[in-house]
């Protein structure tokens, strides 16, 4: 078993930041490839970054530029830095990882509980 904990949502003013963190802990587990995801009232939940154990990165074109996902395998974490923030980034974001289980065969996905960003403008 994998649990994914959130943290960092707040409220901002636009042109503002936040830094999200995301920490997995369990047992007779290892992690591929991390990510968020943010998913907007009304709107079907997107990926904002993903980021293999080998540190390559991709983004959504929406936030290519301002925002910055990284992280610490030796920690089991993954941060996303969010800078230049826009009313449009307002959602509640999710962290995710691929992970393997030691005991069972094949990859499975694991979600965080969600952390919320308000954007204010």
């Known amino acids: 078993q994998v649990q994914l904990v959130e943290s960092g949502g707040g409220l901002v003013q636009a042109g503002g930041s936040l830094r999200l963190s995301c920490a997995a802990s369990?047992?007779?587990?290892?992690?591929?490839?991390m990510g968020w995801y943010r998913q907007a009232p009304g709107k079907q939940r997107e990926l904002v970054a993903v980021i293999s154990s080998g540190g390559s990165t991709n983004y959504a074109d929406s936030v290519k530029g301002r925002f910055t996902i990284s992280r610490d395998n030796a920690k089991n974490a993954v941060y996303l830095q969010m800078n230049s923030l826009k009313p449009e980034d307002t959602a509640v974001y999710y962290c995710?990882?691929?992970?393997?289980?030691?005991?069972?065969?094949?990859?499975?996905?694991?979600w965080g509980q969600g952390t919320q960003v308000t954007v204010s403008s």
């Open positions: 369990g047992s007779a587990f290892s992690i591929n490839a």
């Open positions: 995710n990882a691929n992970a393997k289980l030691l005991y069972l065969p094949g990859e499975y996905d694991w």
